[in-house]
């Protein structure tokens, strides 16, 4: 099966990559990618097209250190990311803005109205977003789910 498409290019330049890790699309078809070595999320069009990037290097709201993975909330207009050197799942509208955090602390924590439950998690690496808005995040370094 060949790629309908390949996007990419120099790492630091809008739409280049040093690192893709995560992907997950939007309901309208969008494109979003952890770009992880940039500390960043890019957000990609339908036809493959740059269209905004959030994050950066950081430990403050918004930042983030490492994204691995991220789910698109069924209406499309939330992305949940997971930082997985700032040991946290940061939730950001879709158009990057930072909504909130939830760190491990905050056993039983509810994101997203439901989308997400946050349960004891360390070192978040995955997420996996199923039936009934429920998402669930893999914490490697716990062995947990």
């Not at 989308?115 to 199923?130: D, K, S, T």
Request: aromatic letters at 10%; a neutral charge.
């Amino acid at each position: 099966m060949a790629a309908a498409c390949a996007i990419g290019g120099a790492p630091a330049a809008n739409g280049g990559f040093n690192g893709p890790f995560g992907v997950a699309y939007g309901p309208g078809g969008e494109l979003y990618v952890a770009d992880w070595f940039n500390h960043r999320i890019q957000k990609f069009a339908p036809d493959g097209s740059y269209q905004s990037q959030w994050g950066g290097y950081g430990f403050t709201n918004g930042s983030l250190i490492f994204p691995t993975a991220l789910a698109v909330s069924a209406d499309g207009a939330s992305v949940l990311v997971t930082d997985s050197e700032n040991n946290r799942l940061d939730v950001f509208t879709s158009a990057g803005t930072f909504v909130r955090q939830v760190k491990p602390t905050e056993l039983g924590a509810r994101l997203l109205d439901g989308l997400a439950e946050e349960h004891e998690q360390r070192g978040v690496a995955h997420l996996a977003h199923g039936q009934q808005r429920r998402c669930s995040a893999a914490a490697t370094a716990r062995n947990r789910v």
